[in-house]
C-alpha cells in the first residue's frame, strides 16, 4: 500500500477539513476554496487524514515537508542500536595472565555497548569437571559487574560452557561517552602544545637579551680596557 498522501488536485472530495500552514483550524470549506488558498499563499494543500470525515488538510510546503521527514527517518536509522553478540573463548585451566588478557577483552566489548557470549571449552577429562567452568565463569562476572550484567546464566552446552553478559550502558551511550573521551582528550593535547609553545616562545626571545648582558659584562671585565 503506497503512502505518498494525495496533494493539491489529486485531492478529489467535494470538502475538507481545512487546517492552516501554522496549525490553526479554518473549518470546513469547498475543495475549490481550499485549493485557492494553497495557490494564493504559495503553499500545497496536503491531505493529512485521508479517513477522516471529510478529509483533513493542511496549507504547507509538501517539497519542504518531506525532505524533513526524510531527514528524521535518516537520523533515526543512524541512531538506532545494532545488537553486537561478541565471542570470547576460554579454558577452565586458563592461566593468570591469560585470563587477564581475556578479561581485558570482555572489558572493551562491555564499554562499547555490546553483549558477550563467554564460552568454557572442556577437553578430554575436563568434562567432568563442569564446576570448574563455572566458577570460572562466575569469577569473571564478578570482576566485571560494574560494565555488565549476566543476561544469560551458565549452563552446558555440548563440551561447552556458555554464558552471556549484557552491556549496562546500550551501544548509543557508549559511543557518546566514547566521543566525550576523545574530546577531553584532544583538548589536553591541545592545551599541553600551547603551553609548550609559549615556553619556547619565551625562551627565544629572552636568548639574546641574555647573551647582549653576558657580552656587556665581559667586556667591563676586560683587564685591557683602561678605565
Known amino acids: 500500500m503506497s503512502t505518498e498522501l494525495r496533494i493539491n488536485e489529486r485531492i478529489r472530495v467535494p470538502e475538507v477539513r481545512l487546517v492552516g500552514p501554522n496549525g490553526e483550524t479554518v473549518g470546513i470549506v469547498p475543495t475549490d476554496q481550499a ?7 504559495d503553499l ?6 485521508p479517513t477522516a470525515r471529510p478529509p483533513v488538510c493542511k496549507l504547507m510546503d509538501y517539497g519542504k515537508f518531506k525532505y524533513e521527514n526524510a531527514q528524521k527517518a535518516r537520523e533515526a536509522r543512524r541512531n538506532q542500536t545494532n545488537v553486537v553478540i561478541k565471542e570470547m573463548k576460554l579454558r577452565p585451566k586458563i592461566d593468570a595472565h591469560d585470563y587477564e588478557t581475556k578479561k581485558g577483552h570482555v572489558v572493551r566489548f562491555l564499554k562499547a555497548g555490546d553483549k558477550v557470549k563467554i564460552t568454557i571449552m572442556f577437553r578430554g577429562r575436563e568434562q567432568h569437571r ?10 569473571l562476572a564478578g570482576d566485571v559487574d560494574e560494565l555488565g550484567f549476566v543476561e544469560s546464566n551458565p549452563k552446558q552446552d555440548g563440551r561447552n560452557m556458555v554464558m552471556v553478559l549484557g552491556p549496562h550502558k546500550k551501544k548509543a551511550e557508549a559511543k557518546a ?7 577531553e582528550k584532544e583538548a589536553a593535547r591541545a592545551a599541553t602544545k600551547a603551553e609548550r609553545d ?6 627565544h626571545a629572552a ?3 641574555a647573551k647582549k648582558k653576558e657580552r656587556g659584562r665581559s667586556e667591563n671585565l676586560d683587564p685591557e680596557i683602561e678605565a
Open 130 to 139: 563442569p564446576e570448574l567452568g563455572f566458577r570460572l565463569l562466575q569469577r
Open 207 to 209: 636568548g639574546p637579551v
Open 198 to 203: 609559549a615556553e619556547r616562545d619565551a625562551a
Open 44 to 49: 500545497d494543500l496536503v491531505e493529512v487524514a
Open 177 to 183: 561517552d566514547h566521543a566525550v573521551v576523545q574530546a
Open 35 to 41: 485549493l485557492k488558498l494553497a495557490q494564493e499563499a
